[in-house]
Nanobody, 113 residues
Framework: VQLVESGGGLVQPGWSLRLSCAAS????????MSWHRQAPGKEREFVAS????????NYAASVKGRFTISRDNVKNTVYLQMNSLKPEDTAVYYC???????WGQGTQVTVSS
């Protein structure tokens, strides 16, 4: 199983970023996926999840209305569109296969003026 996140970077408050997670080594189209994040000195927390068919999504209260999770089962990729970014969104963002202990290496998102 391989999960490779990309798309992180340094942005100003209010800007947007789109994270991608390219998956391989398992049946992506049958697997729910999720995004999590870990800020410095804090525990890793759930951000968003999506079912295998995209028929249901779920978000943490802190990102609801600003972030959107989506997926492309042809490209074996899950995305996290992040709008109206805030300094408190600064963290390493990880993708994960739901109900499995498969994690990517993470991508750094820094929101700062």
């Amino acid at each position: 199983v391989q999960l490779v996140e990309s798309g992180g970077g340094l942005v100003q408050p209010g800007w947007s970023l789109r994270l991608s997670c390219a998956a391989s080594g398992f049946t992506f189209s049958s697997s729910g996926m999720s995004w999590h994040r870990q800020a410095p000195g804090k525990e890793r927390e759930f951000v968003a999840s999506i079912t295998s068919t995209s028929d249901s999504t779920n978000y943490a209260a802190s990102v609801k209305g600003r972030f959107t999770i989506s997926r492309d089962n042809v490209k074996n990729t899950v995305y996290l569109q992040m709008n109206s970014l805030k300094p408190e969104d600064t963290a390493v963002y990880y993708c994960k296969v739901r109900f499995k202990d498969y994690w990517g290496q993470g991508t750094q998102v820094t929101v700062s003026s």
